[in-house]
């Protein structure tokens, strides 16, 4: 790329701009609402996946032994649930701490006074890697003898997952959709441009301009517009991300650990570099019919 | 210089434009492509600069196949073909030099490049007190004229005319015409597409006469219409 098709280009697409600056701030605002939801979409369905992620660590499997067991039958025990497929900790958990941890939680909100610790055994609690081997973990273990009970949160687990997978879902189609939207509006823009310039553009073939030099500019003109989008999406996400947090929070106060977990220099920088995409791809198409000969 | 062979041009809906051209152009040559609208002529010009390729044959320009050449093979053949058109086709926001100007700036010649070769361009066509005009500050014949100094700008050795005259006065366009005469004369080989009967008949150049796409009459120093018609 030579110093002369760069001045050219800079200069050409900032003339285009300004002189299409209607259609400018449409393609601009599109591809910034665009983006704001395709961002949106992916913060949340971040968001969902790592509170699922952390939940997943409190469904735990709760197996609870009989009371009659021996040390060495409970260390069998506990080697025999680590080995099990998706299992990540096993750790025992004594009547006593059960009960004092009981006696914690409930105090001032029932009535202790009947129960006493010896009806209480002790239980192991099984952490999973995935919380979607749960129903197939706590399957494994009931057939073990010594196991006393069984208890998984399998049901929320599964609504949970299941729910996640469906933001994700509708976050994908969405935003699909709306690139789509944005890159036709660009590409519409610069062909307002390039149709303004048309004369030109045949001039400048006639005397032999390269092809890349004549569609440096529109190159430019849509990258930038699709910048300033991106950048305006990085706005709006941002303020409406701090709200729409907040917002998520109250709503399931099951998923109180909601974060996204992304580096915001890397989102935010991933937002204007689509736009840019958005942007490029759209003139591209515009001025690709203009060069055909 | 320029050699059709066995070129074919269908258009979509099988409307032969061009069929069966045989033709060979010399270096330093003069010719006119006559004959009626419609016939072919400014296909057979847009083939020299590869605006079109031909659905069968080939074209040769200065001993390379055009119809092979792709991106910026094609920009580089065009800076060595200058076209000229009936309806000049200038910038009309910039002036005669700038218009003259704009074809180097466009493929990348400095700076001292353009300040030395407008100028001499300009000159040539005998419009150097002109330079400033914008075009619509100029009649025809001298717009007419500056778009023959953007095409001489890179000091093509082939120069194209399409109906140059097309839109001009009769004293204007024979101006024209002893214009690209002179350029001609100075090693240029020069084709120019036209039905101008007068023009055609006083130059007494070499005239290539198209009839429905296809070559009717080839004459060295021939008249616009066939001579000895009974």
């Given at each position: 790329?030579?110093?002369?098709?760069?001045?050219?280009?800079?200069?050409?697409?900032?003339?285009?701009?300004?002189?299409?600056?209607?259609?400018?701030?449409?393609?601009?605002?599109?591809?910034?609402?665009?983006?704001?939801?395709?961002?949106?979409?992916?913060?949340?369905?971040?968001?969902?996946?790592?509170?699922?992620?952390?939940?997943?660590s409190k469904f735990e499997v709760a197996v609870w032994l009989?009371?009659?067991?021996?040390?060495?039958?409970?260390?069998?025990?506990?080697?025999?649930?680590?080995?099990?497929?998706?299992?990540?900790?096993?750790e025992l958990i004594s009547a006593e701490a059960t009960w004092e941890k009981i006696k914690k939680d409930w105090r001032d909100k029932i009535e202790l006074?009947?129960v006493q610790p010896t009806s209480l055994t002790d239980h192991f609690r099984v952490t999973?890697?995935?919380?979607?081997?749960?129903?197939?973990?706590?399957?494994?273990?009931?057939?073990?003898?010594?196991?006393?009970e069984?208890i998984?949160g399998?049901?929320?687990?599964?609504?949970?997952?299941?729910?996640?997978?469906?933001?994700?879902?509708?976050?994908?189609?969405?935003?699909?959709?709306?690139?789509?939207?944005?890159?036709?509006?660009?590409?519409?823009?610069?062909?307002?441009?390039?149709?303004?310039?048309?004369?030109?553009?045949?001039?400048?073939?006639?005397?032999?301009?390269?092809?890349?030099?004549?569609?440096?500019?529109?190159?430019?003109?849509?990258?930038?517009?699709?910048?300033?989008?991106?950048?305006?999406?990085?706005?709006?996400?941002?303020?409406?991300?701090?709200?729409?947090?907040?917002?998520?929070?109250?709503?399931?106060?099951?998923?109180?650990?909601?974060?996204?977990?992304?580096?915001?220099?890397?989102?935010?920088?991933?937002?204007?570099?689509?736009?840019?995409?958005?942007?490029?791809?759209?003139?591209?198409?515009?001025?690709?019919?203009?060069?055909?000969? | 210089?320029?050699?059709?062979?066995?070129?074919?041009?269908?258009?979509?809906?099988?409307?032969?434009?061009?069929?069966?051209?045989?033709?060979?152009?010399?270096?330093?040559?003069?010719?006119?492509?006559?004959?009626?609208?419609?016939?072919?002529?400014?296909?057979?010009?847009?083939?020299?600069?590869?605006?079109?390729?031909?659905?069968?044959?080939?074209?040769?320009?200065?001993?390379?196949?055009?119809?092979?050449?792709?991106?910026?093979?094609?920009?580089?053949?065009?800076?060595?073909?200058?076209?000229?058109?009936?309806?000049?086709?200038?910038?009309?926001?910039?002036?005669?030099?700038?218009?003259?100007?704009?074809?180097?700036?466009?493929?990348?010649?400095?700076?001292?490049?353009?300040?030395?070769?407008?100028?001499?361009?300009?000159?040539?066509?005998?419009?150097?007190?002109?330079?400033?005009?914008?075009?619509?500050?100029?009649?025809?014949?001298?717009?007419?004229?500056?778009?023959?100094?953007?095409?001489?700008?890179?000091?093509?050795?082939?120069?194209?005319?399409?109906?140059?005259?097309?839109?001009?006065?009769?004293?204007?366009?024979?101006?024209?015409?002893?214009?690209?005469?002179?350029?001609?004369?100075?090693?240029?080989?020069?084709?120019?597409?036209?039905?101008?009967?007068?023009?055609?008949?006083?130059?007494?150049?070499?005239?290539?006469?198209?009839?429905?796409?296809?070559?009717?009459?080839?004459?060295?120093?021939?008249?616009?219409?066939?001579?000895?018609?009974?």
């Open positions: 790329m030579s110093l002369r098709s760069l001045e050219f280009a800079v200069v050409e697409s900032a003339t285009g701009i300004v002189r299409n600056s209607l259609m400018s701030v449409a393609s601009v605002t599109t591809v910034g609402l665009s983006l704001a939801i395709l961002g949106s979409f992916v913060l949340l369905a971040l968001g969902l996946n790592n509170a699922v992620q952390s939940e997943m009989k009371g009659d067991i021996s040390e060495i039958e409970a260390t069998n025990l506990e080697l025999e649930i680590r080995a099990l497929p998706h299992v990540k900790s096993v006074g009947g999973l890697s995935d919380a979607r081997y749960t129903a197939g973990t706590a399957e494994s273990v009931r057939k073990i003898s010594k196991v006393e069984v998984e399998r049901q929320i687990v599964e609504q949970v997952v299941r729910f996640a997978d469906f933001v994700n879902l509708i976050g994908w189609c969405t935003a699909g959709v709306l690139f789509l939207i944005a890159a036709f509006i660009v590409s519409n823009t610069i062909r307002l441009t390039v149709y303004a310039r048309r004369r030109e553009i045949k001039i400048m073939q006639l005397v032999g301009a390269t092809n890349w030099f004549i569609r440096l500019p529109y190159l430019f003109e849509g990258t930038v517009l699709g910048a300033l989008g991106g950048g305006a999406a990085c706005l709006l996400v941002f303020g409406g991300g701090c709200y729409l947090e907040e917002a998520v929070a109250k709503i399931m106060p099951l998923l109180a650990q909601f974060s996204s977990g992304l580096d915001p220099m890397r989102f935010y920088g991933g937002l204007v570099g689509a736009g840019c995409f958005i942007g490029a791809m759209g003139s591209l198409i515009s001025i690709r019919r203009f060069l055909k000969v | 210089m320029i050699e059709f062979a066995d070129v074919s041009v269908t258009y979509p809906d099988d409307i032969q434009a061009l069929r069966d051209i045989n033709l060979k152009i010399e270096k330093g040559e003069f010719a006119f492509i006559v004959g009626p609208t419609g016939t072919g002529k400014s296909t057979l010009l847009k083939l020299v600069y590869r605006e079109e390729t031909p659905t069968k044959g080939r074209v040769i320009v200065g001993g390379r196949d055009v119809t092979k050449l792709r991106g910026g093979a094609v920009a580089r053949l065009r800076r060595g073909i200058g076209v000229v058109f009936q309806d000049f086709r200038l910038l009309p926001q910039r002036t005669a030099a700038e218009n003259v100007a704009f074809a180097l700036y466009v493929t990348g010649a400095s700076g001292k490049e353009m300040r030395v070769r407008v100028p001499e361009v300009l000159d040539l066509v005998g419009l150097a007190d002109r330079a400033d005009a914008y075009p619509h500050q100029l009649s025809g014949g001298e717009q007419q004229r500056v778009s023959i100094a953007r095409a001489l700008v890179h000091n093509p050795p082939i120069l194209l005319a399409d109906e140059p005259t097309g839109n001009l006065d009769p004293d204007t366009s024979w101006d024209i015409i002893q214009l690209l005469s002179r350029i001609n004369l100075r090693g240029t080989t020069i084709v120019v597409a036209s039905h101008d009967q007068h023009i055609v008949d006083r130059m007494t150049k070499r005239v290539i006469a198209l009839d429905k796409g296809a070559v009717a009459r080839d004459e060295e120093k021939g008249k616009y219409y066939e001579l000895a018609k009974p």
